[in-house]
């Protein structure tokens, strides 16, 4: 199993809304990762998690918040959001090690 | 610093031959990765390279030259399902947790 499963696929949502991105990998991969893309852009980093700790936070504003509640799931909590947020957020994970990071499908935010 | 240039866009013909080329300027290395995107999906995994030379995987193949630091993706017999997004990317950090930096990407279009 290779599979990074990310939910939900597609979200639309106001600027006073509070929603969730939910990420799952069943590899026993213990570095977990939150990218952005915009369109015609390449993915950028915005957080990354090794075992469960929040090692790496690229200056993204706090109105997205991420939780790591396990090794296996990771999440994504958004508040306030602003319509320049919208884009793919694209969830990965990886052997701490690092080698190979495989991505998930993404979920597509849309901010009205 | 992080500086990874690859060319905006390529076309190439059916059942041709070629090659991605990217060089990379960064502050540590742990490998190279090419990932293909196609329109609207996440990233897929093509190839790692940590030491130079050539990896090939059927009709893909991919060549590091560290000294250089430059490497190529060569895409073998092109077919129409290979046109897509090629990214490269680099992994800067040679103590474990390896957060990816994408260069910008190369939309190949492959034509009849």
């Known amino acids: 199993d290779t599979e990074v499963t990310q939910t939900p696929k597609h979200l639309v949502m106001g600027m006073t809304n509070k929603k969730s991105l939910k990420c799952e990998q069943h590899m026993g991969h213990r570095a977990m990762y939150w990218y952005k893309q915009k369109a015609k852009k390449p993915p950028e980093l915005m957080f990354v998690y090794s075992y469960e700790k929040l090692s790496i936070n690229e200056s993204v504003p706090s109105r997205f918040s991420p939780e790591c509640p396990n090794s296996s799931l990771l999440n994504l909590h958004l508040h306030a959001l602003q319509p320049e947020d919208s884009a793919l957020y694209l969830c990965?994970?990886?052997?701490?090690?690092?080698?190979?990071?495989?991505f998930g499908e993404g979920s597509w935010l849309t901010v009205v | 610093g992080q500086n990874i240039d690859q060319p905006t866009e390529m076309t190439a013909t059916e059942g041709a031959i070629v090659q991605i080329n990217c060089t990379y300027q960064?502050?540590?290395?742990?490998?190279l990765f090419w990932y293909q995107q196609h329109a609207g999906e996440a990233p897929t995994f093509l190839s790692y390279?940590?030491?130079?030379g050539l990896e090939e995987k059927g009709r893909f193949s991919s060549f590091l030259s560290r000294s250089k630091g430059y490497s190529y993706l060569l895409l073998k017999e092109l077919q129409m399902k290979d046109s897509a997004s090629y990214l490269c990317a680099v992994s800067d950090n040679p103590f474990g947790n390896t957060p990816l930096v994408f260069g910008k990407g190369t939309r190949l279009s492959v034509i009849a």
């Open positions: 960064t502050s540590g290395f742990n490998g």
């Open positions: 990965a994970s990886s052997q701490v090690d690092g080698n190979t990071i495989y």
């Open positions: 390279n940590v030491l130079d």
